[in-house]
């Protein structure tokens, strides 16, 4: 590659850009400083996005460098990430290879196992890259990934689900520190809120990806439903070839040849249950239903002076505390009152409800009570 | 009988030891040695003494701090051994702000966990009446737990006085401001409030340093009391007249989600619920639990997974950055090193 004039270009120049005459339309960048190259990993030739838009638009073509006649697709040109064409084609093998080959040393059972499934993977990409044994290698490959189809989902979503989470973290942070300098305006405050909502629905999206896995089939059948009758019906074909070369005896036994070996059983855990704010504690009471009201005169004051109830006071936490201890003796003897119980009569109300009488008997016997010690702690 | 190790911290009416069962060396506890002072208190006992003994007994939950044990030593010294809490308490983490980072779900889990404490408190007719930051310290696995209950004191008795000078001033509500001396649990919910709301801005929220001034803030924040929109107020002990022409009306959701819009719409409806002015508008502690905030998302962080005091976080960065089938590097000569290209983009 030699080594051009000096760049009269403003733009942003990333490797690759260095040549500057495009080898389809020979266009300079002398002439046009914005010129910009693209690459396609299917055979790394190299031509300029006004090219790229010219021939591939239409939909995919001959790659136009002569020679090379790979049929090409407008969507899968980018731009070069290293100057070096070998190590951006390793790169994409590598990780190409990396997908398919996603088990982690804690998926197996041995550090052996583990050393020699990392063996394979690197003789996998050596061949690819040496072009070696391409046929059976790409066959490894798919074997591979369809075996690891669903931790190779499950382990994107985790990954998109951290890098979201992420995004959204890092974003409030800025947001709060943005509110706390102040000053903060009315407009500001809606379009926050918005952009709250925004980064709810984004996390919200990957949770539900992640916990029904039913959604993705979902969008698929939506694209299928706009496709045409002819498509559908090419598809169908194809099925059926599939479906022939899946039965198809030398094809079958590629998941028996390309098995990983040594893994250990996978084991689901269970599905996180609901967060529960209470803890997991009953809450309601169990021995009676408590109201909203009891009549006693002793009480009436308790109701409405404003000097109690401005403070927040609220009668009804007595009415449950006295509830509470009237009623807490009965625990006591639950098992042999069930066992009573459920010989005596079927199901019913075994929610007593109290009345009113009970609970001021218990009012009034507990308020004399009170009255008389008076502490003002 | 446990065996006192070495001094943890000295609080205004106890040291505190470390110290282990003599039965079981790795046990560890803290020992929670109550000053004397005879000239002062009764007994030489301060209230405080006997009510953190009276109601830790009562209570058993996994927020609040564990009482094993009472004993006392030669001097006639309380003892109270208490469950050993070595990760310190929410107010390090807030004020940490360089080094633990956290967002809304790690705050759900610990006011998760706070709001569990105080409701089981309150549940038990018990209030806690000391709830800040610094009382809530932080157990080895994560938990919260509502400790310190000196202030702490039955309730719901009719027309049983109770005094208005407790909870620290930046956490105590405008009622108990204005002198009233009948409550109930709402008191320890605005507090809970002020701790959301302290989570959320990393900083006291109303940090006032008198009482005037608390209660100026209150008024500036909040907005200011007034028979419209707290019936009675003016009946209370310490009612202030406020100025006619200096009337704060009680602020709206847009001024609290431009204050705490990190925590989304429905966090900001749970946290003005907590701050409501008129505690009888305020939420009951088992309100604050009913509220549909904690099922919305985000779900709260995994107790294990809260960020902690010393190591937690630095930790945690270095297990999220070893991905792919990296390993630790103790492994590594054992294993070959496998790149990860699936990161690269
Ligand atoms: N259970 C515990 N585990 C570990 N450290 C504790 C425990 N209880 C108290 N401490 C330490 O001892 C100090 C004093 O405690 P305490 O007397 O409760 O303080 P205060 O009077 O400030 O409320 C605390 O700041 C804390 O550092
Ligand atoms: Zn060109
Ligand atoms: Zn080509």
Not at chain 1, 166 to 180: C, I, S
Not at chain 1, 266 to 273: A, F, L, T, W
Not at chain 2, 69 to 84: P, T
């Amino acid at each position: 590659m030699s080594r051009s004039m000096q760049s009269n270009g403003a733009g942003p120049r990333r490797p690759g850009d260095r040549e500057d005459i495009c080898p389809v339309c020979k266009s300079t960048r002398y002439l046009n400083p914005e010129m910009r190259f693209l690459v396609n990993p299917e055979c790394y030739h190299k031509m300029c996005e006004s090219c790229v838009d010219r021939i591939f638009s239409q939909g995919p073509a001959a790659c136009p460098i002569a020679g090379c006649a790979r049929t090409l697709r407008k969507q899968r040109f980018r731009q070069q990430t290293f100057e070096d064409l070998k190590i951006e084609r390793e790169v994409d093998i590598r990780r190409r290879v990396a997908t398919a080959f996603n088990c982690q040393e804690s998926d197996f059972e041995t550090l052996l196992a583990y050393n020699n499934y990392l063996e394979d993977m690197e003789v996998a990409t050596f061949n690819l890259l040496q072009g070696v044994d391409v046929d059976a290698t790409e066959r490894k490959l798919a074997a591979f990934a369809a075996q690891n189809a669903a931790s190779i989902s499950a382990n994107n979503a985790k990954a998109t689900e951290t890098r979201t989470a992420q995004h959204a973290h890092t974003a409030a942070q800025k947001e709060q520190a943005r509110l706390n300098r102040a000053g903060a305006t009315r407009a500001d405050v809606a379009s926050m809120a918005e952009r709250e909502e925004a980064h709810r629905e984004a996390i919200d999206a990957v949770a539900n990806a992640k916990d029904e896995p039913g959604q993705k089939v979902v969008l698929l059948k939506k694209s299928t439903a706009r496709r045409t009758a002819a498509e559908k019906a090419r598809d169908k074909q194809r099925q059926q070839q599939q479906q022939q070369q899946l039965q198809h005896p030398g094809d079958s036994t590629d998941h028996e040849i390309y098995k990983i070996q040594g893994l250990k059983p996978v084991i689901h855990p269970p599905p996180e249950k609901a967060y529960d704010p209470f803890g997991g504690m009953a809450h309601t009471p169990v021995y009676y239903t408590l109201q909203s009201h009891y009549e006693h005169p002793w009480l009436d004051r308790a109701r409405t002076d404003p000097g109690i109830v401005a403070g927040g006071y609220d009668l009804r936490e007595y009415y449950h505390r006295t509830m509470l201890a009237a009623f807490a003796g009965l625990g006591c003897f639950i098992d042999e009152e069930m066992g009573e119980k459920e010989k005596g009569r079927g199901e019913g109300d075994d929610k007593m409800v109290a009345t009113e009488g009970a609970a001021m008997a218990a009012a009034a016997a507990a308020g004399a009570d009170r009255a008389a010690r008076r502490d003002v702690l | 009988m446990p065996i006192a190790d070495k001094k943890l911290g000295e609080g205004t009416y106890a040291v505190v030891y470390l110290g282990h069962l003599k039965a079981d060396p790795k046990r560890l506890v803290a020992i929670k040695k109550m000053k004397v002072n005879t000239a002062e208190w009764r007994d030489g006992l301060t209230m405080d003494a006997i009510r953190e003994v009276k109601y830790l007994q009562e209570l058993s939950h996994p927020n609040i701090i564990a009482l094993h044990a009472v004993f006392s030593s030669k001097n006639q010294n309380l003892n109270l051994v208490l469950e050993y809490l070595p990760l310190g308490d929410l107010e390090m983490l807030i004020k940490d702000v360089d080094g633990i980072r956290y967002g809304t779900a790690e705050v759900k889990a610990w006011m998760g966990m706070l709001g569990r404490a105080v409701w089981f408190c309150h549940e038990n007719f018990i209030l806690h009446r000391d709830i800040k930051p610094n009382n809530l310290f932080i157990a080895a696995d994560g938990e919260v737990k509502l400790a310190d209950f000196g202030l702490a004191r039955s309730f719901a008795d009719p027309y049983r006085i109770m005094s208005h000078q407790v909870i620290t001033r930046w956490y105590r509500p405008p009622e108990l401001l204005l002198g009233a001396r009948h409550y109930a649990g709402t008191v320890d919910v605005w507090s809970m409030g002020t701790v959301f709301a302290e989570l959320i801005l990393r900083r006291p929220f109303l940090a006032g340093q008198t009482d005037v001034e608390q209660l100026e803030l209150i008024c500036q924040w909040i907005g200011t009391p007034v028979e419209e929109n707290w019936p009675g107020v003016s009946k209370l002990a310490d009612y202030i007249r406020f100025d006619k022409g200096n009337i704060q009306p009680i602020r709206g959701k847009e001024f609290f989600l431009s204050t705490f819009g990190t925590a989304g719409p429905v966090g900001v409806d749970l946290l003005m619920s907590m701050l409501a002015l008129d505690p009888r508008k305020r939420s009951t502690s088992r309100q604050v639990l009913e509220h549909k905030w904690w099922t919305s998302e985000p779900r709260p962080t995994a107790k294990e997974h809260l960020p902690k005091k010393g190591g937690g976080p630095e930790k945690m960065g270095e297990d999220l950055k070893r991905k792919g089938g990296e390993i630790p590097a103790s492994r590594g000569d054992s294993v070959a090193r496998r790149l990860d290209f699936s990161a690269m983009r």
